[in-house]
């Protein structure tokens, strides 16, 4: 009974089927053709069906764009020139301009005069609107200024931000000098100022890293800079005059 079964099988389900082949080979490779070729269209459509239901599951959970015809859009490309790392390329291009809504979905940019070389429709996933600030506004205050409030004055406390200084620290009054001080590991030289302390008549080296007085070394940094342009103007002036 099986084997009667089986036989009605192939019978019925010949893909391929090499056990009853032709005498005539020209013939039976027509045949073995016509069922690949068959094999592959049934393939293919099922394919077609698979993508055509993926995309549309996918536009269902999609909320309306708002993107207009002559809108500016930014574009998601995830090709990398060769050479470059992914995470630290630019990904988004342009600004492209809308030709045409191509349904809800989808739009037609304007890819002529461009660099690009893509195809113009793409799906709004990979899309993001330019983002356009309104003008700064123009009206005019009509409080007199003597009735404001200034906001920032009122919240600032009576006594200054400044904390108060621990035990063994003190408080630098002013940056004298500069020398180069102790080379590290790496080839970076450290630099040593000349520190005169507050309420201290002696002076003292101080190293860089130690220093914790912003404001004083950057008016430090600013002085010497002026110092040294003078210097070199002067000593410009002093060579013209030389006979």
């Known amino acids: 009974m099986g084997g009667t079964r089986d036989r009605l099988w192939r019978l019925r389900y010949q893909w391929g089927n090499t056990g009853t082949r032709d005498r005539d080979p020209k013939r039976w490779r027509y045949k073995i053709q016509r069922q690949y070729q068959r094999a592959r269209s049934a393939v293919n459509d099922r394919l077609q069906a698979a993508i055509q239901e993926r995309a549309d599951r996918h536009n269902e959970d999609l909320e309306p764009h708002e993107i207009e015809v002559g809108a500016q859009v930014w574009l998601y490309l995830d090709r990398v020139k060769e050479g470059y790392a992914k995470k630290l390329a630019h990904m988004w291009h342009g600004p492209f301009r809308v ?32 983002k356009t600030f309104p003008e700064r506004p123009k009206d005019q205050l009509t409080i007199e200024e003597s009735d404001r409030l200034d906001f920032d ?7 200054s931000w400044d904390g108060d200084l621990e035990e063994g620290e003190y408080e630098v009054e002013a940056i004298l000098d500069v020398r180069s001080g102790r080379k590290t590991r790496y080839g ?36 010497r800079v002026s110092r040294n342009r003078f210097d070199v103007m002067q000593s410009h002036e002093g060579k013209s005059d030389e006979p």
């Open 99 to 130: 030709a045409d809504v191509c349904g809800d979905h989808a739009v037609k940019l304007e890819i002529a005069g461009t660099p690009y070389r893509l195809f113009p429709i793409v799906h709004i996933s990979k899309l993001k609107q330019v």
């Open 153 to 159: 004055e009122a919240l600032l406390p009576e006594d």
């Open 188 to 223: 970076r030289v450290h630099r040593q100022f000349l520190v005169k302390w507050k309420g201290y008549p002696d002076l003292s080296w101080v190293d860089e890293a130690d220093l914790s007085c912003g404001a004083i070394l950057q008016e430090f940094e600013r002085n």
